[in-house]
């Protein structure tokens, strides 16, 4: 079996309420190739040498790290927004990851909305570290929608160098996703994994049990070449415990694993 070049790695986010040493834990436990780090309120998530102990002592690598962008984590590494995005940068180098994961700001942080595009960037440039901007969705309230991000909740409106797909968000804005990827192009540098139903709410489900198409997004990215990492952004917070938590977290990287393996197997049988 031909094996594709991305890594499929796993959010820390996705074994909240467990904390972020939990996810390496499991990470190593379940075969994951990685993980992504959710700078989150875990002080853990913040402190760069309990990262790397963690990765060193559960052989699991840090492949990604998502910048402490939502509402609870406002006074994360401070209040100024560039100087997080300068954190996780720092935090990216020093740890060995090559993506830095980042949402559009809010629309109420006017200055740092103003700059935010020519400021990536300009970080951008300054790094070997990806800046990947994710997509976002609209609010929803009853029937009213509301724009919380600027300059839009969808990146593909603006000249980013590195975009991360997430398909619980493109559920929630309910949009096309596929159609959003080839609008991305080959600045697809990150994909977040996960399912949905179309919910107003971001759901996060497990590969496989919504109606977003990310058995078709994985053949597309191994039949392409896709080399950013995948990955596994759930929400398992649920699970009636830890055993069927992780038993949730090991089907997910099972149908990543083998949606990207058949793709490649395929492709290299028709070469």
């Known amino acids: 079996m031909l094996v594709p070049d991305a890594k499929v790695a796993l959010s820390t986010a996705s074994v909240y309420p467990e904390n972020t040493a939990a996810a390496f834990e499991i990470a190593g436990r379940l075969g994951y190739d990685g993980v992504e780090v959710m700078v989150w309120t875990d002080p853990v998530s913040q402190d760069l040498d309990a990262l790397r102990r963690l990765s060193d002592y559960h052989g699991v690598p840090i492949l990604a790290v998502h910048a402490p962008c939502l509402l609870i984590t406002q006074r994360v590494w401070g209040t100024d927004p560039w100087t997080k995005l300068v954190r996780a940068r720092t935090a990216a180098e020093k740890l060995g990851a090559s993506a830095v994961v980042v949402h559009p700001p809010f629309r109420w942080q006017r200055q740092y909305a103003r700059d935010f595009v020519q400021g990536i960037w300009q970080m951008a440039g300054e790094t070997d570290v ?31 160098r590195h975009f991360t797909v ?41 590969p496989g049990r919504g109606n977003q198409p990310c058995a078709e997004l994985l053949d597309r990215l191994a039949r392409t070449g896709f080399d950013g990492h995948v990955v596994l952004e759930v929400n398992t917070r649920r699970s009636p415990g830890p055993v069927e938590r992780e038993a949730d977290l090991a089907e997910a990287l099972a149908f990543t694993r083998l949606h990207l393996a058949s793709a490649a197997r395929l492709g290299s049988m028709k070469r």
């Open 166 to 206: 997430d398909l619980s968000h493109v559920s929630t804005s309910r949009t096309d996703a596929l159609a959003m990827v080839d609008r991305m192009g080959d600045r697809l540098a990150h994909v977040h994994l996960a399912d949905g139903s179309g919910s107003a709410k971001d759901e996060h489900l497990i």
């Open 130 to 160: 990806r800046f990947a901007v994710e997509n976002m969705y609209p609010w929803r309230y009853r029937d009213r929608e509301v724009a919380a991000y600027a300059p839009d909740w969808d990146p593909t409106t603006e000249d980013y």
